[in-house]
Protein backbone atom coordinates (compact mmCIF):
# COMPACT_ATOMS: atom_id res chain seq x y z
CA UNK A 1 0.00 0.00 0.00
CA UNK A 2 1.39 3.69 -0.73
CA UNK A 3 1.41 6.35 1.78
CA UNK A 4 -1.58 8.60 -0.46
CA UNK A 5 -3.40 4.81 -0.06
CA UNK A 6 -2.94 4.31 3.69
CA UNK A 7 -3.40 7.96 4.10
CA UNK A 8 -7.09 7.96 2.67
CA UNK A 9 -7.87 4.88 4.17
CA UNK A 10 -6.62 6.59 7.81
CA UNK A 11 -8.66 9.59 6.92
CA UNK A 12 -11.81 7.70 6.26
CA UNK A 13 -11.65 5.67 9.30
CA UNK A 14 -11.10 8.35 11.62
CA UNK A 15 -13.95 10.22 10.37
CA UNK A 16 -16.00 7.06 11.12
CA UNK A 17 -15.09 7.84 14.66
CA UNK A 18 -17.94 8.83 16.98
CA UNK A 19 -16.84 11.72 19.13
CA UNK A 20 -17.81 10.63 22.33
CA UNK A 21 -16.13 7.28 21.23
CA UNK A 22 -13.14 9.42 20.55
CA UNK A 23 -12.87 11.28 24.05
CA UNK A 24 -12.89 8.07 25.80
CA UNK A 25 -10.01 6.34 24.00
CA UNK A 26 -8.09 9.37 23.92
CA UNK A 27 -8.36 10.13 27.91
CA UNK A 28 -7.01 6.30 27.95
CA UNK A 29 -4.59 6.83 25.71
CA UNK A 30 -2.81 9.78 28.07
CA UNK A 31 -2.99 7.07 31.25
CA UNK A 32 -1.22 4.95 29.00
CA UNK A 33 1.25 7.17 28.29
CA UNK A 34 1.56 8.38 32.15
CA UNK A 35 2.86 4.63 32.61
CA UNK A 36 5.82 4.69 30.64
CA UNK A 37 9.31 5.66 31.68
CA UNK A 38 9.06 8.39 29.14
CA UNK A 39 6.71 10.46 30.45
CA UNK A 40 8.20 9.46 34.34
CA UNK A 41 11.26 11.25 33.29
CA UNK A 42 10.01 13.99 31.27
CA UNK A 43 10.20 17.45 32.42
CA UNK A 44 8.57 19.00 28.94
CA UNK A 45 5.77 17.73 27.06
CA UNK A 46 6.22 18.13 23.62
CA UNK A 47 2.17 17.96 22.76
CA UNK A 48 0.20 18.58 19.32
CA UNK A 49 -3.44 20.41 19.82
CA UNK A 50 -5.69 18.05 18.30
CA UNK A 51 -7.78 18.73 14.75
CA UNK A 52 -11.10 17.16 14.27
CA UNK A 53 -11.71 13.38 13.55
CA UNK A 54 -8.14 12.77 15.52
CA UNK A 55 -7.13 11.85 18.79
CA UNK A 56 -7.83 13.96 21.82
CA UNK A 57 -4.98 15.75 23.35
CA UNK A 58 -6.69 17.62 25.75
CA UNK A 59 -6.64 15.01 28.79
CA UNK A 60 -3.06 14.53 28.28
CA UNK A 61 -2.11 18.05 28.53
CA UNK A 62 -4.08 18.54 31.76
CA UNK A 63 -2.21 15.37 32.96
CA UNK A 64 1.14 17.33 32.22
CA UNK A 65 -0.31 20.68 33.53
CA UNK A 66 -1.26 18.58 36.91
CA UNK A 67 2.03 16.76 37.08
CA UNK A 68 4.15 20.51 37.20
CA UNK A 69 5.10 19.30 33.80
CA UNK A 70 5.61 22.36 31.46
CA UNK A 71 3.94 21.17 27.95
CA UNK A 72 4.46 23.26 24.85
CA UNK A 73 2.63 22.68 21.46
CA UNK A 74 3.29 23.59 17.68
CA UNK A 75 3.03 26.67 15.41
CA UNK A 76 4.11 26.16 11.99
CA UNK A 77 5.80 29.48 10.68
CA UNK A 78 7.23 29.78 7.43
CA UNK A 79 6.98 25.95 6.88
CA UNK A 80 8.95 25.09 9.79
CA UNK A 81 7.36 23.88 13.22
CA UNK A 82 8.34 25.73 16.28
CA UNK A 83 7.13 24.91 19.58
CA UNK A 84 5.53 27.29 22.02
CA UNK A 85 4.95 26.99 25.74
CA UNK A 86 1.20 26.58 26.53
CA UNK A 87 0.07 29.20 28.87
CA UNK A 88 -2.64 28.71 31.85
CA UNK A 89 -4.47 30.77 30.77
CA UNK A 90 -5.10 30.49 27.06
CA UNK A 91 -8.45 30.98 26.32
CA UNK A 92 -9.89 29.75 22.93
CA UNK A 93 -7.78 29.64 20.17
CA UNK A 94 -8.40 30.72 16.44
CA UNK A 95 -8.13 27.13 14.19
CA UNK A 96 -6.49 27.15 10.55
CA UNK A 97 -8.17 25.91 7.56
CA UNK A 98 -7.74 22.43 8.71
CA UNK A 99 -9.22 22.90 12.57
CA UNK A 100 -6.15 23.17 14.46
CA UNK A 101 -5.61 25.71 16.80
CA UNK A 102 -3.29 28.15 16.17
CA UNK A 103 -0.81 29.16 19.39
CA UNK A 104 -0.24 33.05 19.76
CA UNK A 105 3.13 34.18 18.25
CA UNK A 106 3.78 35.61 21.47
CA UNK A 107 3.53 32.45 23.68
CA UNK A 108 6.96 31.97 25.16
CA UNK A 109 9.26 29.76 22.66
CA UNK A 110 10.46 26.30 23.57
CA UNK A 111 14.19 26.17 22.52
CA UNK A 112 16.54 22.65 21.93
CA UNK A 113 18.96 23.17 25.17
CA UNK A 114 20.74 20.14 26.57
CA UNK A 115 19.79 18.90 30.10
CA UNK A 116 16.11 19.05 29.35
CA UNK A 117 14.34 15.48 29.39
CA UNK A 118 11.96 15.75 26.66
CA UNK A 119 8.70 13.72 25.49
CA UNK A 120 7.38 14.47 22.24
CA UNK A 121 4.07 13.30 22.00
CA UNK A 122 3.96 13.20 18.09
CA UNK A 123 0.88 12.61 15.38
CA UNK A 124 0.14 10.99 12.52
CA UNK A 125 -2.43 8.61 10.81
CA UNK A 126 -0.94 5.38 11.00
CA UNK A 127 1.78 3.79 12.81
CA UNK A 128 3.87 0.49 12.87
CA UNK A 129 5.41 -1.60 15.43
CA UNK A 130 8.91 -0.72 14.69
CA UNK A 131 8.15 2.95 15.07
CA UNK A 132 7.46 3.80 11.67
CA UNK A 133 4.95 6.70 11.58
CA UNK A 134 2.65 8.65 8.29
CA UNK A 135 2.43 11.57 8.66
CA UNK A 136 -0.05 13.92 6.41
CA UNK A 137 2.77 14.37 4.05
CA UNK A 138 4.46 17.94 4.92
CA UNK A 139 7.77 16.49 6.69
CA UNK A 140 6.91 19.09 9.44
CA UNK A 141 7.81 16.55 12.19
CA UNK A 142 10.31 14.79 11.07
CA UNK A 143 12.50 17.79 10.22
CA UNK A 144 12.07 18.70 13.84
CA UNK A 145 12.62 15.08 15.19
CA UNK A 146 16.16 15.07 13.07
CA UNK A 147 17.13 18.49 14.42
CA UNK A 148 16.15 17.90 18.29
CA UNK A 149 17.48 14.44 18.38
CA UNK A 150 20.89 16.20 16.55
CA UNK A 151 21.04 18.70 19.76
CA UNK A 152 19.49 16.92 22.35
CA UNK A 153 21.76 13.87 22.02
CA UNK A 154 18.97 11.04 23.39
CA UNK A 155 17.31 13.53 25.86
CA UNK A 156 14.13 13.60 23.58
CA UNK A 157 11.70 10.67 23.39
CA UNK A 158 9.45 10.42 20.66
CA UNK A 159 6.29 8.48 21.29
CA UNK A 160 3.48 8.21 18.59
CA UNK A 161 -0.30 8.36 20.37
CA UNK A 162 -3.00 7.51 17.95
CA UNK A 163 -6.17 4.99 18.52
CA UNK A 164 -5.59 0.95 18.04
CA UNK A 165 -6.76 1.10 14.29
CA UNK A 166 -4.19 3.28 13.63
CA UNK A 167 -1.37 0.88 14.44
CA UNK A 168 -1.10 -1.14 11.44
CA UNK A 169 1.42 -4.32 10.24
CA UNK A 170 3.93 -1.86 7.95
CA UNK A 171 3.61 1.55 7.40
CA UNK A 172 5.34 2.63 3.93
CA UNK A 173 8.62 4.79 4.87
CA UNK A 174 11.78 6.55 3.28
CA UNK A 175 15.33 7.85 4.55
CA UNK A 176 13.72 11.31 5.45
CA UNK A 177 10.86 9.72 7.83
CA UNK A 178 11.98 9.82 11.67
CA UNK A 179 11.65 6.19 13.35
CA UNK A 180 10.09 7.23 16.81
CA UNK A 181 10.91 5.51 19.88
CA UNK A 182 7.60 4.27 20.86
CA UNK A 183 3.50 4.35 20.12
CA UNK A 184 1.28 4.43 22.46
CA UNK A 185 -2.68 3.17 21.80
CA UNK A 186 -5.85 3.25 24.38
CA UNK A 187 -4.80 -0.75 24.26
CA UNK A 188 -0.94 -0.54 24.90
CA UNK A 189 2.12 0.75 25.05
CA UNK A 190 4.89 -0.37 22.65
CA UNK A 191 8.49 0.17 22.40
CA UNK A 192 10.48 0.11 18.88
CA UNK A 193 13.24 -2.15 18.98
Not at 7 to 35: F, P, T
Not at 53 to 79: G, M, Q, Y
Not at 135 to 142: E, L, N, S, T, V
Request: hydrophobic share 40%.
Amino acid sequence: MTKGELRGRMERLLRGIDAADLARRSEMVAKLLQETPAWKQARIILCFLSMPHELDTAALIACAKRSARRVAVPRIENDVIRFVFLPGDRGELPRDRWGIPVPRADWEPFSLRPGARILAAVPGLAFDRSGNRLGRGKGFYDRFLKEARGALDGELTAVGICLSEQLVDEVPHGERDQRLDGVVTERESIVAS
